[in-house]
């Protein structure tokens, strides 16, 4: 046993809220995913990354944990997520379920605990300053909160409290260092609640906001890093086939941690934001998109390349980078992609190295919604809707009330649906599949055959090598003419058009070719 399952393993990360509902209470459960388990599977994954499904008071759409070992019942119970786990087994599908070791909800009994003036068990479990008026320089706190004098650290928002795993150079009574019993009591509580969803079948982790742990750990990460190696080793030990993947988007430190993945993240003025979300600079200010697969922007990958091969070199020999349509952070592609654009930005996402990530109602290209706040999410919430299935009441999600929803669906006329698409030849949903049936029949085009790139000339095709394979892609409205290499003729998958003569590939507008 290994984790060798990650070599064809291609992931969907399901937002449980707005997956499919069940019990028509008008949000997602267990027994809906495992309902659509079929479906996850006729897609080509054989993965899923489930949003925290614990309990939670959710003002952060339950990055708030108030019980790391139990269900949040909303969404079922634990024997439900037992099942899940079964019947996803049974169809070749492992589960990841998402951990979140930085921080509790401040409901937490963790917490709670910790607040009370008399020490106890937990009393170091949080990080606390040792005076009622005293802050921490460079990191946000709260006060006034609590019988106990001091004031606590935040890890994100107001409600999440940070969990204590030291200071990687203490420099105040209150800091505890990474090796004090007290951090490594938090570091052994987080194991435990691993091993238990593990013992229960789970096959891994999404680990949220994994750089957090250590504070002021500025000498690249060796404190948090230290933490999580020390985890991988329990895991090898007693869980070799279960994964981890880091929100860190920092490969050459995520892997060296002991993580077998890492997202390549969405951030304003990084390399993966220039191919899809070029719309946000790197201010935060929103200008004009020169996203790389829009049919009308520049078409240059200098961007893109710069950050992915350095880390890609880096880092090929020691685990994977996750790329990814979309997350529930992150704006829907189809914001401002249209369904053509979309499909070759996917077929890229999906021929690359590494393990690639799709979330759910991308494949059909659901749209971003604008929507006020809900549980947190804040401009998130737009990409969190629910899933839409056919053209029935709430578009499938729900047999609920259209007002109960935890959140509406899409109402415009033509709202993508799988219904409609399943019936489609050409549909996104039927070229997700398709590219994914390639991948899996292809060991090339999987997680470990060698990258290269052939060429990447601003606003011409960009072709580039994966194994024995040659692969174009051509998000521009025109066709072009590129060399490729010699003996690379038969064309192994198109969409669009595209044929070689004479040693160069014409490759027609919008198109996509996989040369063997
Ligand atoms: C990252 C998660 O993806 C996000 O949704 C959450 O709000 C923060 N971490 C805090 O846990």
């Known amino acids: 046993m290994s984790t060798s399952w990650l070599k064809d ?18 949000i997602g459960d267990f027994n809906g995913i495992i309902e659509k388990l ?23 759409a339950g990055y708030d944990v108030r019980d790391y070992k ?27 379920l998402d951990l979140v070791p930085g921080h509790t909800s401040e409901e937490h009994e963790w917490f709670r605990m910790s607040q009370k003036a008399e020490r106890n068990e937990y009393s170091d479990r949080f990080i606390w300053t040792d005076f009622c008026f005293a802050g921490a320089k460079g990191l946000g706190f709260i006060g006034g909160e609590s019988e106990r004098n001091g004031t606590y650290i935040l890890n994100f928002f107001k409600c999440q409290p940070a969990l204590n795993y030291g200071f990687l150079h203490p420099t105040e009574p209150w800091q505890l260092g990474t090796d004090h019993p007290a951090a ?3 570091r052994e509580a987080m194991k435990d609640v691993m091993r238990f969803w593990m013992d229960h079948g789970c096959d891994g982790f999404r680990v949220d906001m994994a750089a957090s742990l250590v504070k002021f750990d500025d000498e690249k990460k060796s404190g948090t890093s230290a933490i999580w190696r020390n985890i991988r080793e329990m895991m090898d030990a007693e869980y070799p086939s279960a994964a981890l993947v880091a929100e860190w988007s920092d490969p050459p430190l995520a892997l060296r941690a002991g993580y077998h993945m890492d997202f390549y993240l969405n951030h304003p003025g990084g390399g993966y934001a220039s191919l899809m979300r070029d719309y946000v600079k790197p201010d935060n200010s929103e200008g004009k998109d020169n996203s790389y697969f829009l049919k009308d922007s520049d078409h240059d990958m200098s961007r893109f390349l710069e950050e992915y091969l350095r880390w ?102 033509d709202a993508p649906t799988v219904e409609a698409q399943e ?54 409205g025109t066709g072009a003419e590129v060399a ?21 590939l014409c490759i027609g507008p919008q198109s996509f070719v996989v040369l063997g």
């Open 423 to 476: 019936s489609d030849p050409d549909s996104l949903l039927n070229f997700v599949r398709s590219v994914l049936a390639l991948r899996h029949a292809e060991e090339d085009l999987q997680a470990d055959a060698p990258f290269e790139v052939i060429s990447a000339e601003k606003g011409k095709p960009f072709v580039y090598r994966r194994g024995a394979l040659v692969l174009s892609v051509n998000p521009s």
């Open 38 to 60: 079929d479906y996850i599977k006729s897609l080509g994954c054989n993965a899923l990354w489930i949003n925290p499904c614990f309990d939670s008071p959710f003002k952060d």
């Open 70 to 96: 139990k269900v949040a019942p909303r969404y079922g119970t634990n024997n439900d997520l037992y099942r899940l786990f079964g019947e996803a087994h049974r169809r070749g599908i492992r589960v990841l």
């Open 184 to 186: 490594i009591a938090t």
């Open 312 to 413: 890609y070199e880096d880092t090929k020999d020691i685990g994977y980078i996750s790329m990814l349509t979309c997350n529930h952070d992150t704006v829907r592609p189809r914001f401002n992609m249209t369904p053509e654009e979309l499909k070759i930005c996917y077929a890229f996402l999906f021929t690359m190295p590494g393990v690639p990530f799709l979330y759910y109602g991308d494949e059909i290209g659901m749209r971003y919604l604008d929507l006020p706040t809900k549980e947190g999410g804040y401009y998130r919430t737009g990409s969190r809707t629910p899933m839409q299935w056919d053209h029935t009441r709430n578009l499938g999600f729900s047999g609920g009330c259209p007002d109960a929803l935890y959140l509406p669906v899409d109402p415009a006329e």
């Open 484 to 504: 490729v290499p010699e003996g690379k003729e038969c064309v192994k998958f198109l969409h669009g058009s595209g044929e070689v003569r004479n040693g160069k």
């Open 9 to 26: 393993a291609v992931f969907y990360e399901i937002y449980p809220q707005s997956y499919y509902d069940t019990n028509c209470d008008g």
